[in-house]
């Protein structure tokens, strides 16, 4: 709950608030001249090193990791679920199946061409969770949130360049399966190599990925995010 200072009410979401402390209600009942002193206040209170209050590589990394594990699982339950266990099982329960599988390209494109279509589309019905709710499960567990670079709510437009951007790798190799034209392949591998440099990106001061540079966000503490009518 938070605790507007003038009328002392509790409300349950800051979205109540023309200011962090003042509710809309109290704010509006003000002057001109009062209002423009609590949000000049305000803005005056927030640190200008809006830096210190994003997200660094560790717990990204460690979203990361959660996030790759859950797709793991619901890989391999779909892997089940459909079948495909059972149309490669007999490579899995003999080892030495499976290295004769694995040293035969045309086998090992039969099992990629196979297992793409599902692994497309579990990785991109995860990570499209970042367009809706501005973070994965792996991210909301670990308390972390997408956000404007200025600390502010991101639209759904800008989450959405951003989820482009940071898998634009996968599209493309998406779109070399399905149109056979290895140049969108290769392009794609380069994207994917452009994206894993630019993930060290947030070892940096600034904190934020290429992709976060291109869309102009990056990753802040849910609790810290600001509404814009907070700050000006």
Known sequence: MMKCEKCGNDYISQSYFATPNICKECFDKMTEDEQRMEVEKAYNAIPKDQYAFRIGFG????????????????????FFATGLYDQYKSYFMDFRELITMFSNPRMIREFTNAIMPISFIITFMYYSLEVVLAATPGKLILGIQIANEDRTYASIVTLFIRFFLKHASTILSLVAFVTLINAFDI???????????????ILTRNKQGFHDMLAKTAVFRRN?????????
Do not use: M, P, Q, T
């Open 59 to 78: 717990r990204r990394l460690a979203a990361f990791l959660l996030d790759g594990l859950f797709v793991y699982i619901i890989f391999g339950i779909a």
């Open 187 to 201: 392009v794609g591998s380069i994207v994917s190599l452009a994206f894993v440099v630019g993930c060290f990106f």
């Open 224 to 232: 810290e995010i600001l509404e814009k009518n907070n700050i000006a």
